[in-house]
């Protein structure tokens, strides 16, 4: 599919809307987790992919393509069904044999097996650096494309997420926007109980970025914020409030689907929400 030509914003929401339908079927039919950390991000990353960010399909590796790192890499069975969607590969490639070959698993595989992925992540932590340094890159060679990291708020507490922002202020790479899916969770209870409760905001602007906070399951509040972002002059960071296990009653905002995989009447009841 080629979406040169804007989507409507009801669109966008009826995308999203199937994906999450998408992403629940796959988690019950592969039996894997991380299913209310998938839900939280399915409007940031149909809005990139659908709206903002300049990819294309059918030329995955285009040079001057926007990069989107999925640092938040257990998030990787939403990104699936997104790129699925937007064409970068056929939906059945993830119902063959073993996950299609071991490569639709719990987190991305390395880019060289997979057209739309940007790297390898997993290990929290790691793939904003690896997004820095796409963005370092294009600025030593002039090249004109804009670099995504998408990280949780409970990856923020992991050192080396830190070191990288310093980095990046020092440098000034305006061509750079991490997105925090900030869904209050992490992997053993509220954000906020495991280190603290502080504000992210000011931190992420003492490293010399400009902040924006807003609801993370608003459309065009992401349009608006990705394509401030682009134009901007420093970093920016787009603090993005969303809820775990968006879009299903009985798994918003309960961090046991962090782990749980919905079980045949859980399945139904779940895409009998969705429905509509």
């Not at 009801?10 to 998938?38: F, M, T, V, W």
């Not at 992919?49 to 990787?76: M, T």
């Not at 670099?147 to 922002?165: P, Q």
Request: glycine residues 8%; hydrophobic residues 40%; proline residues 5%.
């Amino acid at each position: 599919m080629n979406y040169e030509k804007p989507l409507a914003v009801k669109e966008l929401c009826e995308l999203s809307l199937e994906a999450r339908r998408k992403i629940i079927k796959y988690s019950h039919s592969a039996n894997l987790p991380h299913l209310g950390s998938c839900l939280s991000l399915v409007d940031i990353l149909i809005t990139l992919y659908f709206s903002s960010a300049r990819v294309q399909e059918n030329y995955p590796l285009a040079p001057d393509r926007d990069r989107i790192v999925l640092s938040k890499g257990h998030g990787a069975p939403a990104l699936f069904q997104i790129l699925a969607m937007r064409g970068f590969f056929p939906e059945d490639w993830m119902f063959r044999e073993n996950h299609g070959g071991g490569l639709f698993g719990e987190h991305p595989p390395l880019p060289k097996y997979l057209p739309g992925i940007e790297a390898a992540t997993g290990s929290l932590g790691h793939g904003l650096p690896m997004a820095v340094g796409m963005a370092l890159s294009a600025k030593i060679r002039n090249e004109d494309f804009h670099t995504f990291a998408i990280c949780g708020d409970g990856e923020c507490n992991e050192g080396s997420v830190w070191e990288a922002l310093q980095f990046v202020g020092a440098q000034r790479l305006d061509n750079l926007t991490v997105v925090v899916d900030r869904n209050a969770w992490q992997a053993t209870g509220r954000t906020k109980n495991i280190l603290g409760k502080y504000c992210l905001e000011k931190k992420f602007q003492a490293f010399g970025f400009s902040p924006h906070t807003i609801d993370g399951h608003d459309i065009p509040s992401l349009q608006q914020c990705f394509s401030i972002a682009k134009s901007a002059k420093q970093p920016v960071v787009v603090i993005a409030d969303t809820i775990k296990g968006k879009g299903v009653s009985f798994m918003e905002d309960d961090n046991n689907w962090h782990y749980r995989v919905p079980n045949s009447a859980e399945l139904k009841a779940a895409l009998a929400e969705l429905a509509c």
